[in-house]
């Protein structure tokens, strides 16, 4: 199994009071991997990522989807070395790819994130 397919996996087994949708959309790039609708009735989007190193990789059209797309989206990175979950706010991903994991995030650790995701909106 790839490891982003093991990110999403771990994600969807830790957040079950999160409907998730998986956007596999290759008519316009840049699109989140997922759609969330929380307890709280609340919408956003979720880029997964994974790093092997101190750096975070995106092409540009994701970077231009989060420059332009700025509230209510969300980064998680887990990097394999070592294995450490971090999430960002889509309006951090220009310092994110600039500073790569040396960024403060909003959370740490798989527990941390999830239950930040599960409680926005409240």
Known sequence: MKPERKLWQELKKNTPEILWTRIENLAIPGVPDLLGYNKNH???TLELKISVAKK???SPHQI???KTHPKNTFILVKSLAPSLYKLYR???IEELVARGLML???CSGLDAC???LDSLGA
Do not use: I, P
Request: charge should be neutral.
């Open 42 to 44: 609340f919408f956003f």
């Open 56 to 58: 975070v990789r995106f």
């Open 64 to 66: 231009a989807f989060h």
């Open 90 to 92: 889509g309006s951090q």
């Open 104 to 106: 403060d995030a909003c």
């Open 114 to 116: 999830c239950l930040t």
